[in-house]
């Protein structure tokens, strides 16, 4: 079973939409760290963000916001007003206490495509 | 300059033929990671670094050779590679191998094995 899960394969939205990235995670750690990396055309995965377990608060940084569910074992990424400059592949990631090597695991991935 | 690169950016090689791929940070982090992105993949973790040892080997094929001669640089020696090694073979690094440590990626060799 996957432990991080993204089922959205390809989203395709025109610019100034709102759009939200889903992600689903499973671990039976209470200690544990969920990141967003973005991945644009040029190949390197860029680092956006990341949420330990025992911080659930809604985080916004611009026209991004993360909203973190233990509940639903949910962290979901919504960018607002989306932008061509958007388009990429995001990636959702966990990183586990348990196992002892703290590699993140990363989903497949969900590719957003903002036409103008 | 940038954290993380990579040479070469692209790389076409024969399956008999011999490579390396090249990582060199420049953050000053003690841990380099080896990844595979192939298409409607995950992203495979192939090997691990820590302070230049290996720590992490995920069952990948012995034609793939890796060497951390020191914390900055990090090297994929290929040989023998068959068509479904062609991937985007991506370096990263970290500052350590603690838990929620953020990792920052290079842009990646695009490797086509013919």
């Known amino acids: 079973a996957q432990k991080v899960t993204q089922a959205q394969t390809e989203i395709s939205v025109v610019e100034k939409e709102d759009v939200t990235l889903d992600c689903v995670y499973e671990?039976?750690?209470?200690?544990?760290?969920l990141f967003w990396y973005k991945q644009p055309p040029s190949g390197e995965l860029v680092f956006l963000i990341r949420r330990n377990s025992f911080d659930e608060q809604n985080e916004i940084s611009g026209r991004y916001s993360w909203n973190f569910q233990k509940s639903t074992s949910s962290f979901n990424f919504t960018i607002t007003a989306s932008q061509v400059v958007d388009s990429a592949v995001y990636f959702c990631?966990?990183?586990?206490?348990?196992?002892?090597?703290?590699?993140?695991?990363f989903g497949r991935g969900t590719s957003l495509i903002v036409h103008p | 300059e940038t954290g993380v690169t990579q040479t070469p950016r692209h790389l076409v090689m024969g399956m008999t033929n011999k490579k390396s791929l090249k990582c060199e940070q420049h953050l000053g982090h003690n841990a380099m990671y080896w990844y595979k992105q192939s298409a409607k993949k995950p992203l495979e973790l192939m090997f691990v670094y820590s302070l230049e040892e290996r720590v992490e080997n995920n069952s990948v094929p012995s034609r793939f050779s890796p060497e951390c001669p020191n914390s900055s640089h990090l090297f994929l020696h290929l040989h023998t590679l068959q068509p479904e090694d062609s991937a985007l073979y991506l370096c990263?690094?970290?500052?350590?191998?603690?838990?929620?440590?953020?990792?920052?990626f290079g842009s990646g060799t695009q490797l086509s094995v013919l």
């Open positions: 990631a966990l990183s586990e206490a348990s196992g002892g090597s703290y590699i993140p695991t």
């Open positions: 990263a690094s970290s500052q350590g191998q603690v838990l929620g440590e953020k990792l920052f």
């Open positions: 671990t039976r750690d209470t200690t544990y760290y």
